[in-house]
């Protein structure tokens, strides 16, 4: 069954207990973990999944549950001296883990490596072997990592992301971007039936097909939501429907908490007709 979620750093001004309350005061009980609640988490020290436990036991105390989260959102997994990102993202992983997250997103990295014209095949081979250390890391658990679409380091489609995907054995999968494919004018409908069941987490946003703005649905933006939700049903996703939308919490946090109480309401039509 499709959830409406939203990702946690909508009150990023909130500690990852406050945060937790205040969503599920407003009736939000699946969300995305996000990078920077994973900072505030890691910097508390002791063993990271540890700590992801105990956050998950407080969380679940508010019927709260983290079924996709963001590793380090700016990492890269292809620099060529990558052994400390490496283990940095599995202590990451780890934490999620302990949070009980099934999807965990990762930008696939090698964004310099593009502008510097490094051939696109020494740039596949680097991510291969990065991710194959991160899945080994997750073998045995139903975690998944989600490579993420992006617009500016050559993996703007599932084009892009399904040969590193089936280049790998498991715990791999694809996140899909809608604000991302917008901005390099893709269709929704083709890259959600492109990527399959390989599809395993989203990011939900809008924007007018310039820039990032990561809006809601139904704005001044221009993806096609009608498009997106037929191919959604088609492939059988089943996993957290997903607002990242940083574009719409640049407001004072009593305004936030309003719209949530929109948002809300907007989630559920979007899953019921998706016009």
Known sequence: MRRAGIWSSYLIDASPEEMVSLF??????DLEFSDEHGHML???????A???????????????????????????ICVSDNGATIETLKRWLDLFLGIGVKAAVLHAGGHSLVKAGVPSERIFDM????????????????MKIALENLFDNNVPTADELNPLVDALDSNIGICLDTGHL?????????????????????HIADNEGNYDQHLMPYGRGTV??????AAIR??????????????????????????????RRTMSFLLEDGQ
Not at 24 to 29: P, T
Not at 42 to 48: E, H
Not at 183 to 201: N, Q, T, Y
Not at 234 to 263: A, F, H, S, T, W
Request: proline share 4%; glycine share 10%.
């Open 182 to 202: 917008n901005i390099v004018k893709g269709d929704p409908g083709v890259f959600i039936r492109k990527a399959g069941s390989r599809l395993c987490a989203l």
């Open 127 to 142: 991510r291969i072997a990065a991710l194959r250390a991160l899945t080994a890391h997750l073998k045995g658990t139903a």
């Open 24 to 29: 599920a005061l407003h009736g939000w009980h």
């Open 224 to 229: 096609n939501w009608k498009t997106f939700m």
């Open 50 to 76: 540890a700590v992801g436990n105990k956050f998950r036991e407080f969380a679940a105390d508010h019927a709260v549950v983290f079924p996709q989260g963001h590793l380090w959102l700016s990492c890269d």
């Open 42 to 48: 890691l910097a508390r020290g002791g063993d990271a």
């Open 234 to 263: 088609e492939v059988g996703y089943d996993g957290l429907m997903n607002l990242e939308i940083p574009g719409e919490n640049q407001c004072p946090l009593p305004v936030r908490l309003m719209k949530l109480d929109y948002l």
